[in-house]
Each structure stands twice: as structure tokens, then as C-alpha cells.
């Protein structure tokens, strides 16, 4: 009886045990960023050098990107579905165990004497599953390492979405300074106005001036706080902190510029670099020996087994079966020619996958190019500007200088600067959008996924 059991102890051995996991009841968000544990060395991001995380003082321009990496909710889900995609590749490649049959056959009716009870028991083995195991173990490994680099494409992504957040969100809070600052001078402006028109030192014109003024700056400080606030909330949510945690943020470090000769060296070295368009590689590669294993599929399947019995006689046998299957009987060509199509279709993906990739670079170089040419002649009119403004103001205190055109020039200097804020942020989220779509050096795609982690 022991022996006869223990055959079904082995395999239970190799079994897996069921584990309930209950939904989670309440939301799983930090609520300060020192409250999430980063493990820097584990990350491989475009631009990411070694770095001290250091969020007590506030968080820099990289501290938000790697927090983000490590903590987005939709980033966490997707770190998730990767590793499931890749346990699932690894038991696609697994060998089919053997089959076990057996049979017990009971005389019945008048039970003439001398019949015994009939059994029966044969093990198999389908041996068509050693011909294509290796396509099929080699379809999974890629589908593995496809996966791997899908997920750490939107790593990158992440990261480049963070910092493009974090330097909205400080120049919002730049611009509202800077509104704030108008609004308060033009709000005491228009109090001396009132005074003296109550005095009779003051046109009904020049108040009417400062209110509409007053009004409009108002107006622009309304809708740039709700942009603020959005564009603030925004990163909250990236870095999966809960909503309304404060954000001190620190200023950006100047981006080092990308020479064009940097660029044309990273196009050529492109499908070595960008996650993505190697994760496309190892997709096409799995396709591949999915065709591979579809024409092996074709050859007749062989199957092997031995078999002990002994009929209602008690006769003992001890024998062995050999069958056979012919799969191109039976459509085997159309699988190897669906196999095909999808390879074919993933051919053409990666190859306008190249295409767009090669164009954005190009694109998103020349209009950096040209946002830096605008910056910088925007900065050069810039201390004249701000001179005039100033002797504006002097000039308006004197009572040398109207109203009217007082209140132009200090809106004319506020959009300069403004429109200098805009375009400086807008030359530092494409810089970063130029060094993401140029990607890292081959040695550096590297993402292995930690299947214990639940």
C-alpha cells in the first residue's frame, strides 16, 4: 500500500499550493515623500547619475523622477502584468509531463468460477513535445526579455513625464509669484488713485485705467492658479502620493546641451538603445520560432508507452504501444503560414517603429534648436526690459508718465518675463523628451523582474 502511494506523493511534491490574497481596503498612498523606500542602484534611466536621494530638504529635479519610477500606481500595476507575462512565458516553455491510464474490468453475470478482476496500467509519453520544445522554450525566453523591456520603456517614460511635471509645476509657481507681485503694486496703485480722486488730485480716467488693469491681472492670476494647481496635483498623483500633500520643490539644475554630433552617433546606434524598439526585437524573435516551431509541428508526432495487465483469466502481460499522428494532414501548412503572417506584421512594426523614432529625433533636435535661438534673444532684450520697467515706475511716482502708459509698460515687462518662464520651460521638457527618445548605451538594458515581490 505504501509503495502504491508513493508515486502520487512525488507528484504532489512538485505541486503548488493555493494561497488566498484579499483585495486591499483602503488606499495605499504616502503621505510625504520620505515615507517611500527608494532603491536608487536598481534603476537604469536616460540622464540618471549617481545621485544622492535626499528628500528632506526638498526634492530636485531627479528625486521626482526617481520617486516617480519606483512609486506611480500605473507603473506599480505594470511592474505587476510584467511579471505575469513573464511567469506565463516561462511555463509556456515547459515539457508536457507523461500520462498515466489504468483500468480494473469486474467480471459480472453468472461469475463462472476461475476469473479473477481484470487491471490494467500503462505509462506514455507524447515524444513530438522534445522536437519542438527548443522553438518553444526560445519563444518564451524572448517573450520574457520582451516584457522586461516594455516595462522599463515605461519607466523611462514615467520619468520623463515627472520631470516634464515637476518643471511646469515650479513654473507656475514662478508665474503666480510674479502675478502676485503686479497685483499687489497695482492694488496699492489703484488705493493712492481712489485717494486722490477723492481728493481731486485724480482723473476719473486714470482709475478707470488702474481697475481694468487691476482686473486683467487678476484675471490671469485666476486661471494661472488652477493651471497650478493642476499641473501640481498632476505630479502628486505621478509620484502616488496622496492628494494635497505639499510639494517643496527645489530649482532645476541647468540641462547640459546635446551636440548634434551626439545626436547623429545615437540615431545610428538607435536599435541598440531605446527599450522599446528592442523589446520589438525580442518579439519578432519569439514570432519567429513560433514559425519555427509550427514547421516542426508538422512532422509526425510519435508517442511511446509501457503497459502491465492481466485479463479476467489472470493472464500477465507486460507490453509496449507506439502511435502515431500526421499533423500536415490536417492543416499543419496553415499554422506555418498564420506563424508567418505574424512574423511578417511584427516586421513591418519594427520597422515603422525605426521610422517614426528616426523622425522624432530629428524634429524634436531642430525645434530645441530653435526654442534656445528664441530663448536666448529673448534674454538679451531682457536687462533693457527690465530697465525700462523700472524707470517707468520712477517716472509714474514723479507724475511724469500717465497712467495708461504706465500700466502698459509694467504689463508689456510681465509678459516678457512670463513669455521667458514659458520658453525656458518649454527648451528643458523637450531637452528631456530628446535625451529619452535617444536612450542609453546597450549595456545599460538591463531590468530583471523580481518574480517573489508580490
Wanted: proline residues 6%.
Amino acid at each position: 500500500m505504501r509503495l502504491a502511494a508513493l508515486p502520487f506523493a512525488v507528484l504532489l511534491a512538485g505541486c503548488a499550493a493555493y494561497g488566498a490574497r484579499p483585495l486591499p481596503q483602503k488606499p495605499d498612498q504616502a503621505a510625504r515623500p520620505a515615507d517611500v523606500e527608494v532603491e536608487v542602484k536598481s534603476l537604469h534611466l536616460p540622464d540618471l547619475k549617481p545621485h544622492a536621494y535626499d528628500v528632506s530638504k526638498g526634492l530636485d529635479m531627479t528625486d521626482v523622477a526617481i520617486l516617480a519610477v519606483v512609486n506611480d500606481p500605473a507603473l506599480r500595476t505594470a511592474r505587476s502584468e510584467a511579471r505575469a507575462a513573464r511567469v506565463q512565458s516561462f511555463a509556456a516553455g515547459l515539457l508536457p509531463g507523461p500520462s498515466l491510464s489504468a483500468s480494473r474490468d469486474r467480471p459480472t453475470g453468472s461469475n463462472p468460477p476461475g476469473l479473477v478482476v481484470g487491471k490494467s496500467l500503462g505509462l506514455g509519453y507524447d515524444l513530438g513535445a522534445l522536437f519542438t520544445s527548443g522553438a518553444e522554450q526560445a519563444a518564451a525566453e524572448a517573450q520574457a526579455g520582451q516584457a522586461d523591456l516594455d516595462l522599463l520603456w515605461v519607466e523611462w517614460q514615467v520619468a520623463q513625464q515627472a520631470r516634464a511635471l515637476f518643471l511646469q509645476c515650479g513654473t507656475d509657481r514662478a508665474e503666480s509669484r510674479l502675478l502676485g507681485d503686479l497685483k499687489q503694486t497695482m492694488q496699492q496703485r489703484y488705493a493712492a488713485e481712489q485717494a486722490a480722486l477723492k481728493s481731486g488730485d485724480a482723473a476719473f480716467d486714470d482709475l478707470s485705467t488702474g481697475l481694468a488693469a487691476l482686473q486683467d491681472v487678476q484675471t490671469r492670476a485666476d486661471g494661472l492658479a488652477r493651471q497650478e494647481n493642476d499641473d501640481c496635483a498632476a505630479l502628486v498623483e505621478l509620484l502616488g502620493l496622496a492628494p494635497g500633500t505639499p510639494l517643496t520643490l527645489l530649482p532645476p539644475d541647468p540641462l547640459e546641451d546635446i551636440p548634434a554630433a551626439s545626436v547623429g552617433a545615437a540615431l545610428k546606434e538607435l536599435p541598440e538603445r531605446r527599450p522599446d524598439l528592442v523589446a520589438l526585437r525580442y518579439g519578432y524573435e519569439a514570432q519567429d520560432e513560433e514559425v519555427r516551431r509550427a514547421v516542426l509541428a508538422q512532422f509526425p508526432s510519435i508517442g511511446v508507452g509501457i503497459n502491465r495487465a492481466n485479463d479476467t483469466s489472470d493472464v500477465h502481460t507486460v507490453g509496449f504501444s507506439v502511435s502515431l499522428s500526421f499533423p500536415f494532414i490536417f492543416g499543419g501548412a496553415k499554422q506555418v503560414h498564420a506563424a508567418e503572417a505574424g512574423r511578417d506584421a511584427l516586421w513591418q512594426a519594427y520597422q515603422q517603429r525605426l521610422d517614426e523614432t528616426q523622425a522624432e529625433v530629428r524634429q524634436s533636435a531642430a525645434d530645441l534648436d530653435l526654442l534656445q535661438s528664441e530663448l536666448a534673444t529673448l534674454k538679451a532684450g531682457s536687462e533693457d526690459a527690465e530697465a525700462m520697467a523700472k524707470s517707468a515706475e520712477a517716472a509714474y511716482a514723479r507724475g511724469d508718465l500717465t497712467a495708461p502708459a504706465y500700466y502698459d509698460l509694467s504689463i508689456a515687462s510681465l509678459n516678457r518675463r512670463l513669455e521667458g518662464l514659458d520658453l525656458e520651460t518649454q527648451a528643458q521638457q523637450l531637452h528631456l523628451a530628446l535625451a529619452t527618445l535617444l536612450g542609453l548605451p546597450p549595456e545599460d538594458l538591463q531590468h530583471p523582474i523580481d518574480e517573489s515581490q508580490p
